[in-house]
């Protein structure tokens, strides 16, 4: 084997370039993507707009019933990866991309960029669908004054995508990121607090099941069909601008336009809880992430409130021990700690509650009583059942040196059981 064939071995072939779809082919592709022409810098890109009108569905909500207020929706910066409550946060845009792939960095660009916002009484989607490189240029500065005029940028896992390769193409083009400093609201985040479990779609922490496909689903009640699956989306461009022929092309559209509404209405559904507060929620698990939502943001009477709403549930036990751990937390905090004593008991009640939660239990529990209560023998009790879920060398000596103190108090300064180690 000479060496050209061994680096014909070693080196994969390069993606397939973008090149300029033929003139002839333009009329074609603005009637099927049912969009028009825009010229800048001497070079065309498509833009394609739909509006949504307030009847319009997707599932069991309509657009009229995710209409906010000036733009915006109250208590909206709750939010935010770092809340700033009471500072209200401009009119929303929301964004998402498709792209030639999924790996990043300066070989891959956003040939779909959707963009969508309310106005009026109405929602409306903006596309910019990338026919020719040399038109990236223009079509980013389109995109710029479009998200100059938005208070607060919307994305689904955006953060960590989208917003970054948005700004590597500007970047790249020297021309200033328009995403930069602008408050981004990436749902994601807020999402998986307040829907992580949704009852008719499981959905995980980590992460893997919180497609937005898949809380369209469970909390708006819309099953797409025939929708273009992720991974086909950039072969579907490729073999666009290698033919002309646009017809792969519009399900891709369609599914960013899914994306924008379905974003859209996610947001709405949050931002209407905040406003709403407890009475609101629909299940345990909205209740619980709703009452984070507002203790991250220092609103902790409305906290309160959600945790409690959670523990009325019956439906799931897990979510009802973690929200009795929320207010029992919350109540040491504000000092209420027989609020606090009450809920640490009604955990130790549950079967479902976990080992570390009941040893966190037992041992504010063994704290009320002996420095609160003054009930020494009700935390001599605590303290020796916090023995059975110690594992920790350092957790087991911090509870015999509380159980040799209370015998001190009691008289009996012999009566606590041995060192375990």
């Known amino acids: 084997m000479n060496l050209a064939e061994r680096l ?3 080196v994969r072939p390069a993606a397939p370039a973008m090149a300029d779809v033929p003139n002839a082919c333009l009329a074609d592709i603005a009637e099927t993507l049912g969009g028009e022409w825009r010229e800048g810098r001497g070079q065309r890109y498509l833009i394609v707009d739909r509006t949504y009108h307030a009847g319009y569905r997707l599932g069991r909500v309509a657009v009229a019933d995710c209409l906010p207020e000036d733009g915006r929706w109250p208590r909206m910066e709750l939010l935010l990866t770092e809340p700033l409550a009471g500072i209200p946060i401009g009119p929303a845009l929301f964004l998402d991309l498709e792209t030639t792939g999924l790996a990043g960095g300066a070989g891959t660009y956003a040939f779909l960029v959707g963009c969508g916002w309310f106005e009026g009484g109405v929602f409306r989607v903006r596309q910019f669908v990338l026919t020719s490189f040399a038109a990236e240029r223009a079509l980013l500065e389109d995109v710029a004054a479009l998200v100059h005029a938005a208070g607060v940028l919307v994305t689904y896992n955006g953060k960590t995508f989208d917003a970054p390769l948005i700004d590597t193409r500007f970047l790249f083009h020297r021309l200033t990121a328009p995403c ?4 981004h609201l990436d749902l994601l985040h807020p999402a998986r607090r307040l829907w992580r479990q949704a009852s008719d779609v499981h959905l995980d922490e980590g992460g893997a099941s919180c497609r937005l496909s898949l809380m369209e689903q469970a909390i708006l009640g819309h099953v797409r069909e025939n929708d273009v699956p992720g991974f086909e ?3 579907r461009y490729f073999q666009f601008v290698r033919s002309g022929d646009a017809r792969g092309l519009d399900g891709v559209l369609e599914h960013n336009r899914l994306d924008l509404l379905a974003l859209a209405m996610l947001t709405a559904r949050a931002g209407q809880l905040l406003d709403e507060g407890a009475p609101a929620a629909s299940s345990a698990r909205e209740a619980l992430g709703l009452g984070r939502l507002y203790e991250r943001g220092g609103l902790l009477e409305e906290a309160r409130a959600c945790f409690v709403r959670a523990i009325e549930f019956e439906d799931d036990a897990q979510i009802r021990v973690e929200a009795l751990r929320a207010y029992a937390v919350l109540s040491r905090r504000e000092r209420r700690y027989a609020d606090a004593a ?3 008991r009604q955990m130790l009640s549950m079967r479902e509650c976990p080992a570390r939660w009941a040893q966190e239990a037992t041992e504010a529990l063994a704290v ?10 009700a935390a001599r009790r605590f303290a020796m059942q916090a ?3 110690t594992v920790t060398r350092s957790r087991a000596q911090a509870v015999h040196h509380r159980l040799a103190r209370i015998d001190r108090k009691l008289g009996d300064p012999t009566a606590h059981p041995a060192p375990l180690f």
Do not use: K, M, N
């Not at 930069?180 to 408050?183: A, E, N, Q, R």
């Not at 009320?368 to 023998?377: F, G, I, M, S, T």
């Open 8 to 10: 014909r071995g070693v």
């Open 387 to 389: 023995l059975q879920f």
């Open 342 to 344: 009450r809920a640490w």
């Open 368 to 377: 009320h009583h002996e420095h609160r209560a003054r009930d020494l023998v």
């Open 233 to 235: 989306i950039p072969s």
């Open 180 to 183: 930069t400093g602008l408050t």
